[in-house]
Structures are given as C-alpha cells and as structure tokens.
C-alpha cells in the first residue's frame, strides 16, 4: 500500500509559478513509477507528467511542455511538479498517483494508487 499525499496548490496570477508535492508513505518509493494528472470542472482526468523510477525517463503532455518540470527525490519519497508560466487553462484539481509498472503508462488505469487531490486556480 502507498499513501500519496499532494500539497502546493494555491492561487497564482497567470504568468506566475507553483510547486507542487506528493509525499508518499512507503519505503518502496522508489518501486513505482508517479504521475502528476490534472481534473478540470466538466472534463476528463488526463496526465500532466509522469516519471519512473530512478528519474531517468519523464513524460510531458505537449500543452505543459517547457513550462512543467517533473522530478523526484527518492530519499525524501517525494515526488514535485514546478509550474512555471501558469495560464489560466491550467486550473484544476491535481493529483498525483503512483504505477507498480516501471514504464511509462499515460492512462489512469495503470496507476494504483492516488492522493486526495490539491486545487490549483491560475486568474488571468
């Protein structure tokens, strides 16, 4: 079992940044691969960024390209999201999951375990 919980969130003006966390709870951390999604009101979840294992692979959907910065800290068993260059399409609710599969999977179903989920508003 891992216990994923996400902090960071806020309220940001456009143009500005946020990091977001995802602490997880097991000492096999380092055994899943974590995905940062995205849930905006009246659309489907979809994958903002994801990362295996050791960190030496991420996946980036191209509307966060250059702009989102995926990375992990094994020790700390903490996954981050730094959002730079916000834009008002990026409000959600953002979570983050961890995947037993050592590639990158871009759909939810592949994803065992989710946090609760933290609310990013960007205002134009």
């Known amino acids: 079992q891992v216990q994923l919980v996400e902090s960071g969130g806020g309220l940001v003006q456009a143009g500005g940044s946020l990091r977001l966390s995802c602490a997880a709870s097991s000492r096999t951390f380092t055994a899943y691969t974590v995905g940062w999604f995205r849930q905006a009101p009246g659309k489907a979840r979809e994958l903002v960024a994801t990362?295996?294992?050791?960190?030496?692979?991420?996946y980036y959907v191209d509307n966060v390209k250059g702009r989102f910065t995926i990375s992990r800290d094994n020790a700390k068993n903490t996954v981050y999201l730094q959002m730079n260059s916000l834009k008002p399409e990026d409000t959600a609710v953002y979570f983050c999951a961890a995947s037993s599969s050592a590639i990158i999977w871009t759909t939810e179903n592949h994803y065992q375990y989710w946090g609760q989920g933290t609310q990013v508003t960007v205002s134009s």
């Open positions: 990362i295996t294992r050791n960190g030496d692979s991420t």
